[in-house]
């Protein structure tokens, strides 16, 4: 799976995480307001049984203040504070600083800025019991629980993200192992169907995908027929009508004037000759471009350079640094350092050079020319189709040679580009070495 992006397996594992941290926040908030009413509630019932038990040991202890003192140190325990009051409110004993409820038996009071459960019994005449604990002290068991809270939730996190990437990554396996398929597979009419994972959206998807490259197949079948057949039905008539317009001009006299217009003819049927020929070649599926036959770069180079016309050859310096054996067609492989050769020469006045050398495990073809060159944009746009700077529209062509250079080297695996070295203008093919 990518890695520069999330996976879905990643995404259902923080998705996951995300759920099981909320469910596991909300336990926690609802187990504390639990744990915190019934420890109230406890709280509540001993600090009334207290008090009532206070208050039957001291109905028959009269006012003396150290008696009742005794009786309050012997109940006293822990954070509990005990408190006996006189009628008016005048401390008997105990801890002075514990409130006194107002009406209720139990009850939350706020004294001196501190706040007191209190619970209050009473001992008889008029006197008052209070058993009260601090509000902190009878919430001192929410720190460990918050804490023992939140170690369980970033466990469950924990275990809930490597839960969620190992559920993910299994459920996705269909998934995954569909991807290897259809990156491995052919668009052909004849081609076997994915495997079957059992799995009804995968299996769904698998079948859509057979489908889509069944079609892709007839299409592309249907195309190289087409382009096939169209490159014999138009070399053919253009062949004749050649061959027919030679025939008038060899039978006019020399100095005639119609024999130049159909020279000139003839010239415009070569260059509309070579333009089907590229077009076609650049409307060819990559696969069919490509074959098993090896092919020497530098005796394709020799081969173009004997071809051009004596002052065109003339221009040309080439340098054969390596001999450049690469997997593909002679004729395919031919046209591409043509067409680098042409516009080369098409677009420069001057000295053209042309090399072949190995770099690593690729054959490099370059270029140079000493003209007008590109800026960055004519260097970015160069191999799109039809696509003519402002300094090339005033020159013959149409455009399509770069891009037929840069289709042909794509499906061979390798790369065409124009390279930033002013002055003039050098173009790069890469194609990988045949070893």
């Known amino acids: 799976m990518p890695s520069s992006e999330r996976s879905l397996a990643q995404r259902v594992g923080w998705t996951a995480a995300g759920a099981a941290g909320a469910a596991a926040v909300a336990t926690l908030v609802v187990a504390m307001a639990v744990v915190d009413h019934l420890e109230r509630a406890e709280a509540r019932d001993d600090a009334l049984s207290l008090a009532q038990a206070i208050a039957r040991e001291t109905r028959s202890v009269g006012d003396d203040p150290e008696a009742l003192q005794d009786e309050v140190r012997e109940f006293a325990h822990g954070d509990v504070s005990i408190a006996i009051v006189a009628a008016d409110g005048a ?27 209190v619970c209050a019994a009473d001992a008889g ?28 939730l970033l466990v469950v996190l924990l275990a809930s993200v490597f839960a969620g990437l190992l559920v993910g990554r299994w459920s996705l396996a269909p998934l995954a192992r569909l991807e290897r398929s259809v990156a491995r597979a052919d668009a052909a009419a004849s081609r076997a169907p994915f495997d079957r994972s059992g799995l009804r959206e995968v299996d769904a998807i698998a079948e859509a ?4 490259l069944t079609r892709l197949g007839v299409e592309l079948a249907r195309s190289r027929r087409f382009s096939a057949d169209a490159a014999h039905e138009l070399r053919t008539p253009l062949s004749k009508l050649r061959a027919e317009l030679e025939l008038v001009a060899e039978s006019l006299p020399a100095d005639a004037e119609p024999r130049e217009a159909v020279l000139r003819t003839v010239a415009r049927t070569d260059e509309l000759t070579h333009l089907v020929e590229r077009l076609l070649l650049l409307a060819s599926p990559e696969d069919a471009l490509v074959t098993e036959t090896l092919t020497s770069l530098a005796v394709v180079l020799e081969t173009v350079a004997d071809d051009l016309a004596p002052r065109e050859a003339a221009r040309l310096r080439l340098t054969l640094d390596a001999d450049g054996l690469v997997k593909g067609d002679e004729a395919v492989l ?16 001057g000295e053209v ?11 490099v073809v370059r270029v140079d020319d000493d003209g007008p060159g590109l800026d960055e944009e004519g260097r970015a746009r160069a191999f799109e189709p ?4 402002p300094d090339q529209r005033a020159r013959p062509g149409h455009g399509v040679g770069l891009a037929l250079i840069a289709h042909v ?11 930033d070295d002013p002055p003039g203008a050098r173009l790069e093919i890469r194609l990988p070495r045949h070893v």
């Open 209 to 212: 995908l057979d489908e889509l």
């Open 386 to 389: 039809f696509f003519r700077g």
């Open 91 to 117: 401390r008997l004993a105990g801890v002075a600083e514990v409130p006194t409820p107002s009406g209720a038996r139990c009850g939350v009071v706020s004294s001196a800025g501190v706040e007191w459960f």
């Open 125 to 152: 005449r008029g006197r008052r019991v209070l058993v009260g604990e601090t509000a902190e002290a009878l919430h001192a068991h929410r720190a460990p629980l918050l804490l023992g809270g939140l170690v369980a």
């Open 353 to 363: 050079r042309a090399r072949v050398s190995e770099d690593g495990g690729d054959v």
């Open 334 to 349: 031919r046209a591409v350092i043509a067409n680098a050769i042409d516009n080369a020469l098409k677009y420069s006045d």
């Open 409 to 419: 080297v794509q499906a061979h695996g390798g790369a065409a580009r124009f390279v």
